[in-house]
Each structure stands twice: as C-alpha cells, then as structure tokens.
C-alpha cells in the first residue's frame, strides 16, 4: 500500500491558490514500487474554479509548471496547460479576467496513485491527453503525472516499454524508430 505524505506547504498568502508538495513513500508490503504515485514529480499547483485565469497563469510562471489543477474540496475537476492557454487568441484580456472555470478542460482525467506506468501510458493514449492527476482512495488530489514524466522513467528504468503506446491507433505518423525486424 501506498501511504500518502504532504511535505509542509508553503504559506500562499491568495487562498484561491495552493502549491501542493506531496510523494507517496513506498512501504515495505508494496510488490510494485513502479506506480504513478511515485513516479509523480511531487509538485502539483492548485486553485478554486472562480480564481481568474491571468491570476493562475502567472502562478504557473512563477512555479515553473506546465499546469495548474482546479478543485472543489480538495477533489479534481478540471485542468489548465500550457496548451490551452497557448490557445487563447492573442488580444484575450477578457478571457483573463474571467474566472479559471470558463477555460479549464473538464472532466478531470484521474488516476489512481496505485495505477501501474503501462495503465497511465494507455489511458492518456486512450483519453489523448499529456497530463493525469493522480487522486488517493477518497478521490483527493494527491499529485500529476505527465508523458513527460513517464517517458524520463522508461529512459530511467530502460524498462521495455514501447512507445507506441503513446499513439492512438488513428495517429497516422509514421515511427522514427527503426523496426527490429
């Protein structure tokens, strides 16, 4: 079993946000210490549905992070990237000001922090999406994991992970990879 811990969190002085510092430790009973709970990079920005959007994009550049999750009771329900605010047309003042809520991606893709790598790998193929946040047992945000973050434990581990796990079967590109055949 995974036992979450939080490292103290830094005092955020705009109650709408909070940087969330959490890494489940392994237990001695765990079989597969390879989970996407502790391979999560233990950083996770957070914030209520009404903050405006400007306010958690500077938070974002501030933290050096390509996301910010929003929640409602410490429970996921939607996510901002770096993708969707790239989006935004150029002259998007008023899309700023508005509350995160009108411009987050919804639903929140979940995983659980017991979910092996090859489950997460599959799922953001499945969903085609980069980024899953992790939830504990009662559904609470416990962290993030990104393709980023797999791909670096596969080169890691040199685990024999394909690839192509990460392409839906209508991705048309073609492999760069040389066939072993």
Known sequence: MVELSATPQPK????????????????DRQSDPLTVGTLSPGKVLSCAPDLPLGRAVSHMKDNNCSSIVVVRSNKPVGIITEKDILSLPADSHSALIAPIENRMSRPAHTISVHASQKTAIVRMRDLNVRHLITVDEQGHLAGIISQTDLIRQVAVSKAPVSYTHLRGPRDKRQSRMPSSA
Do not use: K, Y
Request: zero cysteines; glycine letters at 0%.
């Open 12 to 27: 955020v002085h705009n109650a709408h946000l909070q940087v969330q510092m959490t890494r489940p430790h392994l237990d």
